[in-house]
């Protein structure tokens, strides 16, 4: 890897550590569905799919209703991207929904609600599926290759923020019950909700720059990233 790959991953890893605040699980959801639309082009539609250890399956969070309710319809039929980006794994793709044959139940519903194209993407890390990333274009049908991989290095990023948030969130609140001293002012939660939705588009712009291969980058992120946590945690 060249040294201006790994300069950038660090950046990227550190960019990481700055969405990961910790405690704030439901925020980390909203950060990840507020940035998505304006990294990875074209799809205007974001909601995160959250598994539980049994999986079952349900939209945490929906950047409208229309995501939430195609959402659901994926759940109720056991069929579509969303739905076997948890049961299959990687990342499931309608690059052009009229010539869709998988999934036909969930594609008569998405046709009518304005769907043209559609991915899919595990939320996966440390072994463990945590969801999945679903994003939805309403603008014309067409994944590209880029896009494809803006959205899997999206989907590394969000993976890598929601487990760390969720180990957090999990290891201080038995600890004892929050007191009002503690409690963060609205204005608090809106200034760290925007600095986490800026690092999140900064992530995936950064990946980008002198053309440097996306897979590289990510690779080296996850590095990155792993050996910060270590540090942090040793």
Not at 70 to 84: K, T, V
Not at 96 to 119: F, K, L, M, N, S
Not at 152 to 157: C, E, I, P, S
């Amino acid at each position: 890897m060249s040294d201006r790959s790994s300069d950038i991953a660090a950046a990227l890893a550190e960019a990481a550590r700055t969405i990961n605040t910790p405690g704030i699980y439901e925020q980390t959801l909203r950060a990840i569905v507020e940035a998505a639309p304006g990294t990875v082009p074209g799809f205007s539609h974001v909601s995160v799919t959250a598994a539980d250890r049994s999986g079952n399956a349900e939209t945490t969070v929906g950047s409208d209703e229309r995501v939430i309710e195609l959402d659901q319809r994926q759940y109720d039929a056991g069929e579509g991207p969303c739905f076997d980006a948890i049961r299959v794994g990687g990342a499931l793709i309608i690059d052009d929904i009229r010539h869709e044959q998988r999934w036909p139940r969930y594609i008569a519903e998405a046709i009518p609600a304005g769907v043209t194209a559609q991915i899919g993407v595990q939320l996966h890390h440390a072994g463990r599926t945590l969801g999945a990333l679903n994003l939805y274009k309403t603008t014309g049908p067409g994944v590209d290759a880029d896009t494809l991989a803006i959205a899997q290095l999206f989907a590394t990023h969000a993976a890598l923020a929601l487990a760390h948030s969720r180990t957090e969130e999990h290891l201080t609140r038995p600890c004892r019950p929050a007191r009002p001293s503690d409690r963060r002012s609205a204005s608090s939660w809106s200034a760290i909700r925007s600095t986490r939705r800026g690092a999140f588009a900064f992530l995936v712009r950064a990946s980008t720059v002198d053309n440097i291969k996306l897979r590289d980058v990510a690779q080296e992120l996850v590095v990155q990233t792993e050996l910060r946590y270590g540090e942090e945690s040793a």
